[in-house]
């Protein structure tokens, strides 16, 4: 377990920087009447890659504690519900219930991003989705690093 730990804490680290500088092109500014749809659709498409981020690192940590998904039919909501679940003494939670909540939104959001293809973005709701995001940005660092610390003391 110690290589498996030391491989999937760099690359939790790699994955964090990577989210970091998504939220850093994401910015702050609300949505308003008018933003432009090419503003929307590029927006759209950083928090689309702002939750793939989230779940890389969420694959890679049930591919190293848990080794399978039970449904590959579901296994996108498998494997986030089961993030926030303390499998103790194999590891623990990896985020909390507010957290699972603000990445559900996304993970929900990017599904439909992925598979509307000829459908206009709404502005309010893609507000919705970035405020949800923001939110999440105020909390994630802490719980990540929370379960980076219990990587280290496996080495």
């Known amino acids: 377990m110690h290589e498996k730990a030391i491989v999937l804490e760099r690359s939790i680290q790699?994955?964090?920087?990577?989210?970091?500088d998504i939220f850093e092109d994401i910015g702050t500014s609300p949505i308003t009447a008018a933003t432009q749809e090419t503003d929307l659709i590029v927006l759209a498409y950083r928090l689309h890659n702002l939750y793939n981020a989230f779940e890389n690192i969420f694959q890679q940590i049930a591919t190293t504690f848990e080794n399978s998904l039970d449904n590959p039919a579901r296994w996108h909501v498998q494997l986030l519900h089961r993030m926030q679940l303390d499998?103790?003494?194999?590891?623990?939670?990896?985020?909390?219930?507010?957290?699972?909540?603000?990445?559900?939104e996304l993970r929900r959001f990017r599904h439909l991003f992925r598979s509307a293809y000829r459908v206009k973005l709404d502005g309010r709701r893609l507000q919705l989705v970035l405020e949800k995001a923001l939110e999440l940005r105020a909390i994630y660092g802490q719980q990540l690093e929370k379960f980076l610390n219990f990587l280290q003391s496996l080495q």
């Open 14 to 20: 790699n994955d964090l920087k990577a989210i970091s």
């Open 87 to 104: 499998l103790m003494p194999m590891r623990p939670a990896v985020i909390d219930a507010d957290a699972y909540e603000k990445l559900d």
